[in-house]
Antibody, heavy 118, light 107 residues
Framework: QVQLVQSGAEVKKPGASVKVSCKAS????????MNWVRQAPGQGLEWMGW????????DYAQSLQDRVIMTIDTSTSTAYMELRSLTFDDTAVYYC???????????WGQGTLVTVSS | AIRMTQSPSSLSASTGDRVTISCRTS??????LAWFQQKPGKAPKLLIY???TLQSGVPSRFSGSGSGTDFTLTISGLQSEDFATYYC?????????FGQGTKVEIK
């Protein structure tokens, strides 16, 4: 079955970077893109960006484009999201979610809690 | 960026009730709209896409309607497992913004 398995929880200090992985299985990785969505504690969903599983071309939310890097490794069917210069406001659960360019995300990972704490 | 206005932010309802949630966009998105359900501690789940197409496996009591800038999610005959938070999201362009969510609580 289609599955996205994300890396484990992280605790980072302000100013550090975090890299979250999302390993896909059960489908042809390069036929779909990958969305990244985050959710701060008690808050709503924030779309961070999308990366093509075919050519690795990303589209980032303007609010994050200076700090986020999304990449893929087709050899391992894994997508990565790196966020730099972390602040307390980046504390959130980060989700990867499969989706082609023209459709919404239909399969989601389990989420990765990133806590920014001094 | 396209702005999403979802209403109400919360509602109380009883099992068996008919519930409607509204989502309005700041510009015409045709039918490039999806609805998600999220339960506490869980990832969102896709319910409806293309404004009115039910995702595979989603019960038929869920329905969506609308086009352009005004959309509605309807739950006909609320079940206990439907108490959750619901989000709309457009996928007309980037960024793919979400509505602020509607929490459906037990009356």
């Amino acid at each position: 079955q289609v599955q996205l398995v994300q890396s484990g929880a992280e605790v980072k200090k302000p100013g550090a970077s975090v890299k979250v992985s999302c390993k896909a299985s059960g489908y042809i990785f390069n036929s779909y893109g990958m969305n990244w969505v985050r959710q701060a504690p008690g808050q709503g969903l924030e779309w961070m960006g999308w990366i093509s599983g075919y050519n690795g071309h990303p589209d980032y939310a303007q609010s994050l484009q200076d700090r986020v890097i999304m990449t893929i490794d087709t050899s391992t069917s894994t997508a990565y999201m790196e966020l730099r210069s972390l602040t307390f406001d980046d504390t959130a659960v980060y989700y990867c979610a499969r989706g082609p360019r023209s459709l919404p995300a239909d399969v989601w990972g389990q989420g990765t809690l990133v806590t920014v704490s001094s | 960026a396209i702005r999403m206005t979802q209403s109400p932010s919360s509602l109380s309802a009883s099992t068996g009730d008919r519930v409607t949630i509204s989502c309005r966009t700041s510009q015409d998105i045709s039918t490039y709209l999806a609805w998600f359900q999220q339960k506490p501690g869980k990832a969102p789940k896709l319910l409806i896409y293309a404004a009115s197409t039910l995702q595979s496996g989603v019960p038929s009591r869920f329905s969506g309607s609308g086009s352009g800038t005004d959309f509605t999610l309807t739950i006909s005959g609320l079940q206990s497992e439907d108490f959750a938070t619901y989000y709309c999201q457009h996928y007309y362009s980037y960024p793919r913004t979400f509505g602020q969510g509607t929490k459906v609580e037990i009356k």
